[in-house]
């Protein structure tokens, strides 16, 4: 009989859902950190303390040391691609110059191999000077992994205008290859790309950081030489959309839209779900599928509304963003990451404030489909990719209701263009040292 209790009493305790786990690493994370999976044991983490000075860790999960990389000084990445589990793609800014490399994790770690990296001047023709690459995709042709990124740049190297950008850029062993699009006239803010099965979608707003725009390319080595719908952008019509426009593939050339919009009674989250023609770049509805959620926010729009990461699983949207909700258990802006079943209509999403630290990326874990966060605090901090529906020691959790409507759109006039160069490859080794890291919260 005691042996029968104690039996029950094990199978109680096991059927008991895993929260998450709060990691903290002995390594700041005041400016930036990023998050990104790279196989079910490991993840790769960027963070950045100060300005001008970052690094790269591996770490393997539950373990009390992670694998440290200090980077050169005045490096700062903006966004992480693995590839296949064992090459990290990167992009961001060295200084006033645009910087994108590579590396094999297991050999960058373990096995004293470098970087390849290279940083942007300007183009061939004097039309683009990327400065800071923002967001990054990857897609392949071949056997050949290209880049396709969005961010900011200078146009005309007589007019030296601030900009932004949308670029393809690979590795051919020896120099790394781009095309950038010059956004000549400024028509439009790209905010995020993504790479869908035969086109590419870049997305943004306005020049005043409004409107939800769409710029689609067809799935080519060096894209931006070949744009759909030549010099024409697709704008979604919403209810006053504000701020910046993320974007991921949901499947075949389906793509999903998260911002932020205004509303006539108050802020609220949007997904826009949008199948594209991969002949035409447009969309393949007369009326897009959208979802916003309610009751509106209370707070009006402003900088501190942030989009961060947006990603799609077999069933779920899972958004990380900075944002208020006027029906919480947390008050003003906030920390949330969603989980959001986007297909249905009149859909329930889930909601978790994670309050052991200031949220900064996201990145789904490949075959559980929950995802790690990293943020600051201001150590560097990481949350496991264990999200239950039900409050936990290490967040507040609620449901979110998300209203179904629709969205229409038209195109708008665009001056296509493109301009490439060449840029040596550069190849640097750097020391590996450990990081401790504490369990704080479980």
Not at 105 to 120: E, L
Not at 334 to 355: C, E, F, M, T
Not at 407 to 433: G, H
Request: with cysteine.
């Amino acid at each position: 009989m005691k042996r029968f209790i104690i039996l029950i009493f094990c199978l109680l305790i096991c059927s008991v859902p895993s929260m998450a786990q709060v990691r903290e690493f002995q390594i700041g994370a005041q400016n930036n950190s990023i998050v990104r999976s790279v196989d079910d044991e490991y993840v790769l983490i960027y963070t950045q303390p100060v300005v001008d000075s970052g690094y790269f860790i591996l770490y393997k999960r539950y373990d009390n040391t992670a694998l440290a990389i200090s980077l050169p000084i005045k490096w700062e990445i903006r966004d992480v691609r693995i590839h296949n589990g064992d090459e990290a793609y990167f992009c961001g800014t060295f200084g006033s110059r645009g910087l994108i490399g590579m590396f094999d994790i297991p050999q960058f770690f373990f096995g004293n191999v470098g970087i390849n990296y290279t940083t942007f001047g300007w183009s061939s023709l004097g039309y683009v000077w990327p400065t800071d690459l923002k967001r990054l995709d990857l897609y392949e042709d071949g056997t050949q992994v290209h880049m396709a990124m969005t961010g900011s740049s200078i146009w005309h190297i007589r007019h030296q205008l601030p900009a932004t950008t949308v670029m393809s850029a690979y590795f051919d062993g020896s120099n790394w290859n781009w095309v950038g699009y010059p956004n000549k006239d400024l028509y439009m803010q790209f905010t995020d790309v993504a790479c869908l099965d035969d086109i590419i979608v870049a997305v943004g707003t306005d020049r005043d950081g409004t409107g939800c725009y769409m710029k689609t390319f067809e799935k080519f080595p060096e894209f931006p030489k070949y744009p759909l719908d030549i010099n024409h952008v697709t704008e979604l019509n919403y209810d006053d959309p504000q701020g910046t426009v993320l974007v991921t593939h949901r499947e075949s050339n389906t793509a999903i839209l998260s911002q932020f919009n205004k509303g006539t009674s108050g802020i609220g989250t949007v997904f826009h779900q949008v199948p594209f023609s991969p002949s035409s770049g447009l969309p393949t509805m007369t009326l897009i599928d959208t979802w916003r959620s309610s009751p509106p926010a209370t707070l009006p729009f402003g900088s501190m509304w942030q989009m961060l990461e947006l990603n799609w699983d077999v069933d779920n949207a899972w958004l990380l963003q900075k944002a208020e909700y006027a029906v919480s258990p947390v008050s003003g802006i906030a920390d949330w990451l969603l989980k959001v079943p986007v297909g249905a209509p009149s859909v329930i999403g889930q909601r978790w404030n994670p309050d052991q630290c200031n949220a900064q990326s996201m990145d789904l874990l490949p075959i559980a489909h929950n995802p790690w966060l990293s943020g600051s605090n201001p150590l560097l901090t990481i949350y496991e990719p264990m999200w239950q529906g039900m409050d936990g020691h290490c967040y507040f959790f609620s449901n979110l209701g998300f209203d179904y409507g629709s969205a229409t759109w038209i195109t708008r006039d665009i001056d296509d263009d493109w301009d490439y160069n060449l840029e040596s490859n550069i190849p640097k080794d750097m020391p590996v040292f450990d990081v401790k890291v504490i369990l704080e919260c479980e």
